[in-house]
């Protein structure tokens, strides 16, 4: 089993940037996938930015070239990079695992609010 923790939500204005992150602990060895996710007030929860361990990369294109999705093995933690913050990206933003099998893990979630 994988447990996700996700922290580096916070408040902040439009243009501005934030990292969140998302520590995993567990049966690390087991991830295949790694995704970060959102849901806003009202909407269901989409996912924005998607990686696998043998390259595979996607983001959602809400978010393209101003997000990034990375991972650093040796800290057992997912980053997500934001840039050029607008009032569209405010949600509670996921991080989400899986293994080859598709068993999933999802983290309790980080708010990001985006306000003038």
């Known amino acids: 089993q994988v447990r996700l923790v996700e922290s580096g939500g916070g408040l902040v204005q439009p243009g501005e940037s934030l990292r969140l992150s998302c520590v995993t602990t567990?049966?690390?060895?087991?991830?295949?996938?790694m995704a970060w996710y959102r849901q806003a007030p009202g909407n269901k929860r989409a996912m924005i930015a998607a990686?696998?361990?043998?390259?595979?990369?996607s983001y959602a294109d809400a978010v393209k070239g101003r997000f990034t999705i990375t991972r650093d093995v040796s800290k057992n933690t997912i980053y997500l990079q934001m840039k050029n913050l607008n009032f569209e990206d405010t949600a509670v933003y996921y991080c989400?695992?899986?293994?080859?099998?598709?068993?999933?893990?999802w983290g309790q979630g980080t708010q990001v609010t985006v306000a003038s």
């Open positions: 990686m696998t361990t043998d390259g595979y990369v």
């Open positions: 567990g049966m690390t060895e087991t991830i295949y996938s």
């Open positions: 989400h695992t899986a293994t080859e099998e598709g068993t999933g893990s």
